[in-house]
C-alpha cells in the first residue's frame, strides 16, 4: 500500500510537472497513458509523452495568429530561452511593425510572455509543440538562419554554436566553442 501510495504521489508530482496543472494538459496526458497501456509505469522512467490533442490545441491557437506570428514563433522555438523580436524577425524576413503587431498578439493569446525586450514562451509547452510542428528541413533551415543572426547580433558563442550545430553545420560551430570555452576560463579565472 505504501509502494502503490507512494507511486501515486511521483505522478502527480510528475503531472504537475509536466502540464503545471492545466487541467486540459493533465487529463489528456492521462488519458494518453492510460490508451497506450503506460499509466501503471508513468511514475517513473522517461519524460512524459506530449498527447496528440494537446499538441494540436497548441498549435490550432499558434494558427490562428496569422502566417507570420507562426513563422515567427517556430523560429523562436528552437531558440530555447529569451528571445528578441528583432533577432526572430530578421530570420523570417519579417517588417517591424508586423513584427510587433505578431508578438503583441502571441502575448494577448497567453502564448509569450514579454520581459523588457525579450520574450519567452509562456510555458515551454508551446516551445516544445511549434519545434516538433516542423519538418527536418524547415528546422535546419532555421537553424542556419537563426546561427548567422546570432553571430551579426554577439550573441553568447554558446548560443551561435548550439544553433550551428542544430543545423548540422559542425564546423562552423567550432570557432564559437573555442569562444565559449575561453570566456568561461575568463569567467573562472
Known amino acids: 500500500e505504501a509502494w502503490r501510495r507512494n507511486n501515486v504521489d511521483r505522478l502527480v508530482e510528475r503531472l504537475h510537472d509536466t502540464t503545471r496543472g492545466n ?10 497513458l492510460d490508451d497506450r497501456g503506460a499509466l501503471p509505469g508513468a511514475a517513473v522512467g522517461a519524460a512524459l509523452p506530449l498527447p496528440p490533442t494537446v499538441r494540436e490545441a497548441v498549435l490550432t491557437r499558434v494558427r490562428a495568429l496569422g502566417d ?7 523560429a523562436a522555438s528552437l531558440l530555447g530561452g529569451a528571445f528578441s ?22 502575448e494577448a493569446a497567453r502564448l509569450l510572455v514579454a520581459h523588457g525586450p525579450t520574450y519567452h514562451f509562456a510555458h515551454d509547452l508551446v516551445r516544445q ?16 538562419r537563426l546561427a548567422a543572426e546570432l553571430a551579426a547580433r554577439d550573441a553568447a558563442p554558446a548560443l551561435v554554436a548550439a544553433q550551428h550545430e542544430q543545423a548540422g553545420q559542425r564546423r562552423l560551430a567550432v570557432p564559437w566553442r573555442l569562444r565559449a570555452g575561453a570566456q568561461a576560463a575568463l569567467r573562472e579565472a
Not at 507570420?68 to 517556430?74: G, P, S
Open 23 to 32: 487541467p486540459f494538459h493533465v487529463i489528456e496526458t492521462l488519458r494518453h
Open 129 to 144: 509543440c511549434l519545434a516538433e510542428s516542423l519538418s527536418p528541413a524547415r528546422r535546419q533551415s532555421l537553424h542556419a
Open 85 to 106: 523580436a528583432a533577432a526572430v524577425q530578421a530570420v523570417v524576413g519579417a517588417d517591424e511593425g508586423t513584427t510587433i503587431d505578431s508578438m503583441e498578439r502571441a
Open 68 to 74: 507570420v506570428a507562426r513563422r515567427l514563433l517556430e
